[in-house]
């Protein structure tokens, strides 16, 4: 059974930092693109970083150059690394393969920007 499991989310200040971890199971997980989305209250999910199994890396043009995904094979986590923080930043976020599978959605980790 594949299971997504992310974790580090929480309440920061705008200006703030945090590192979101995903780590899978129940896949091989080297050979496939992996992905962060994230969902706003009353906003469809949408795609905020991806990278492929070859490290070739993707970033939504509202998060270039705050936000830097990486990945730890040996671990089977997925990072990412988001600073300079917004409070439009603030929503549910997810990882999934990339392109996702509907299926796989995990319960996500709320990233609240406020102060």
């Known amino acids: 059974q594949v299971q997504f499991v992310e974790s580090g989310g929480g309440l920061v200040q705008p200006g703030g930092s945090l590192r979101l971890a995903c780590t899978a199971s129940?896949?091989?997980?080297?050979?496939?693109?992996m992905g962060w989305y994230r969902q706003a209250p009353g906003k469809q999910r949408e795609v905020v970083a991806s990278?492929?199994?070859?490290?070739?890396?993707y970033y939504g043009d509202s998060v270039k150059g705050r936000f830097t995904i990486s990945r730890d094979n040996v671990k089977r986590t997925v990072y990412l690394q988001m600073n300079s923080l917004k409070p439009e930043d603030t929503a549910v976020y997810f990882c999934n393969r990339d392109p996702a599978v509907e299926a796989y959605w995990g319960q996500g980790t709320q990233v609240t920007v406020s102060s």
């Open positions: 990278i492929s199994a070859a490290e070739n890396v």
């Open positions: 129940g896949t091989i997980f080297t050979i496939y693109g």
